[in-house]
């Protein structure tokens, strides 16, 4: 890479930790110790009371974390964010543990910006890498991803070195990448769980292209990592759970035809307080969550059709329901982050099947948010599969303009 590359490189990775960092002490309350329901499961871990969530009282469903109460077991969330989370609770100065996290996940934006330009310069466009990372660096939204404790920054790194990994294999068929990715992949999905589907097809597209042992050790790693899980569950629930027990109230949130992304309805909620309190009323309310979102697909066909292609809109688009979606510094950025993403897969379409492994992320996506639910952060999550492609685009435009500019010299020139 030319010096003047390299430099331009470092001064965005250094723009996106600086500006990480500038709208976490604008934006973020430091004194808040509230996590979400990953924070809630990581301090009943430190008081003792075990992988837990909820806990029962008068009747009522609380996942707050209390001293007094002995909360049930729980796989409501995947635990990979709570793993992340739990040395910095070993901190009882919230406000130097909320600096702490904050300067991580700003660290890890940094870190970002520079694997999507290796990705992009190494199995993209020569040179598309500085463009890419001043994308990731600077696009509003990767910015705030940065500024809340949620998976999203994790997942961005697990997912830039999974597609590293993989693209690599598409070159080189080294037992040890595959191994390497296929443990990164199982990394993943215990961060964020449907990223299953896009393992999963990856393996299948090492077996279109016969590289059988690729697909096998990449299988091999994933099932390593993930499979302490399985069993944890097991042990715990006494039957198979082998992602997480919230995934019927998500694909009931995304198949309500009365109230699309309502938590409950008053007939779920009275099943679900007959349900014995225990271990396993996790997972009975999974089921009773399954059984009704199921009800509403069987009753209602056709609705079910439209509500299909109005999730698909919500992912690539922007979804009325969300605030944050109406916001110009979503989605202008993002407007234009697609139009340049579609040029660039237009200017690369020779090398489609190279880049299969980023357009399957993206396909995995869509087919899981088409399936359960659209929220303001599941199209986030894909989008450093976009930017290389965004990359290609904002070249492209630029080779057009400099090119016109130069016909419109010669032009001058030749009329003088």
Not at 41 to 70: M, S, T, W
Request: with cysteine; net charge positive.
């Amino acid at each position: 890479m030319p010096t003047s590359r390299k430099r331009a490189l470092l001064l965005i990775v250094a723009a996106a930790v600086i500006g990480r960092l500038v709208l976490s002490a604008i934006t973020v309350d430091l004194s808040r110790d509230y996590y979400g329901e990953y924070g809630e499961i990581v301090k009943n871990l430190h008081a003792g009371k075990g992988y837990a969530l909820y806990h029962v009282e008068n009747g009522q469903r609380l996942y707050r974390f209390d001293p007094a109460a002995q909360p049930i077991p729980s796989a409501f969330m995947s635990p990979g964010y709570v793993w992340f989370l739990y040395p910095f609770f070993f901190i009882d100065v919230v406000v130097v543990r909320n600096i702490l996290l904050l300067l991580v996940q700003a660290l890890l934006g940094g870190l970002n910006a520079l694997l999507v330009a290796w990705l992009a310069d190494r199995y993209y466009m020569v040179g598309s890498g500085v463009w890419a990372a001043g994308i990731l660096a600077l696009l509003p939204e990767f910015v705030n991803a940065s500024t809340s404790f949620t998976p999203t920054v994790l997942y961005h790194t697990g997912l830039l070195l999974f597609l590293i990994g993989v693209y690599e294999l598409q070159r080189h068929e080294s037992p040890l990448t595959a191994m390497g990715t296929g443990v990164l992949g199982g990394a993943i999905v215990l961060l964020r769980s449907e990223f299953i589907l896009c393992a999963v097809l990856c393996g299948l597209w090492f077996l279109f292209l016969r590289r059988r042992r690729a697909a096998l050790l990449l299988t091999i790693g994933l099932c390593v990592v993930w499979f302490p899980w399985i069993l944890r569950n097991a042990v715990v629930f006494g039957e198979f759970v082998p992602m997480s027990t919230s995934s019927g109230l998500n694909l009931f949130r995304g198949h309500n035809i009365d109230e699309y992304g309502a938590w409950t309805d008053e007939s779920i909620e009275r099943e679900i307080s007959r349900l014995p309190v225990g271990p396993t009323l996790e997972a009975r309310m999974n089921e009773v969550y399954w059984r009704h979102a199921l009800t509403s697909i069987q009753n209602h066909p056709g609705e079910e059709i439209g509500l299909l292609f109005r999730k698909g809109a919500y992912l690539w688009g922007a979804n009325p329901l969300e605030p944050r979606s109406h916001s110009p510094w979503y989605f202008i950025p993002w407007s234009g982050m697609l139009a340049l993403a579609a040029l660039g897969v237009y200017t690369c379409r020779s090398q489609l099947r190279v880049h299969m492994p980023a357009l399957l992320c993206l396909f995995a996506s869509t087919l899981v948010a088409v399936a359960f639910f659209v929220l303001p952060r599941y199209p986030t999550m894909m989008k450093p599969a976009i930017v290389p492609f965004a990359a290609i685009g904002c070249m492209t435009v630029l080779e057009k303009i400099e090119a016109h500019w130069i016909r419109g010299k010669n032009a001058l020139k030749g009329r003088g």
